[in-house]
């Protein structure tokens, strides 16, 4: 389940994407994307956190401006993801940084993206260099191709990925929100589509219409 900007409202008045994303809704959803910004609901996916096991998300600025201010990370959902495995995330900001420190589960892969006011190399590296428990077995690092002036930076980091058994995987990123380019290309690369359906927990039942 893909989800680009979305708002749920009644009225005038927003309402919780947690009245959506519910395990009696989607039962055997696995993987979910998920863009927002300020202007629209967070992402509050408590009732399906322990089902996933893949996770991507991305904000949005609430004005045009790359600078303009982001929706923090949703700290409290990603505590609740206890089956996740692979999580994309962009981070901006040392806050972003500590929020993954959250996840309680070590993951397999790890995306990073960044913007342009943010140097993709000193994120990874900011984020590599923590002692968070979720990147302790962590066996793919999965970053955005870099210009030519962080070059030298990058190769630090896979040297420093393969001395740890860390595989540095290098994709394009970009793509019109409403074509899901980067969620796809995620999706690929991790093999979302052939996840392990989880089993049903006791006292769940779809809901009826």
Known sequence: LALSMCTLSTGNKILEFSNLLRAESFPKLTTLAVTWSKTTSDPEMHRLA??????????????????DAYPVLPRDELARATALQHLSVDVYSV?????????????????????????????????????????????????????????????STIEACDSAGIDVQEVPCAGKLEDFVDERSWLALTGARSAPVPAQRLGVRPASG
Do not use: Y
């Not at 589960?105 to 913007?115: A, Y």
């Not at 979720?134 to 999965?142: A, D, T």
């Open 95 to 155: 806050d972003d940084v500590d929020a993954l420190e959250a996840v309680p589960v070590e993951l397999t892969s790890l995306r990073l993206t960044t913007n342009d006011a943010s140097r993709a190399t000193v994120v990874e590296r900011s984020v590599l260099e923590t002692d968070h428990e979720c990147l302790e077995s962590l066996k793919h690092l999965i970053v955005a191709t870099v210009d030519d002036d962080e070059l030298d930076e990058r190769e």
């Open 50 to 67: 322990k089902q996933l096991t893949h996770l991507f998300l991305r904000r949005e600025p609430e004005g045009r401006s790359m600078r």
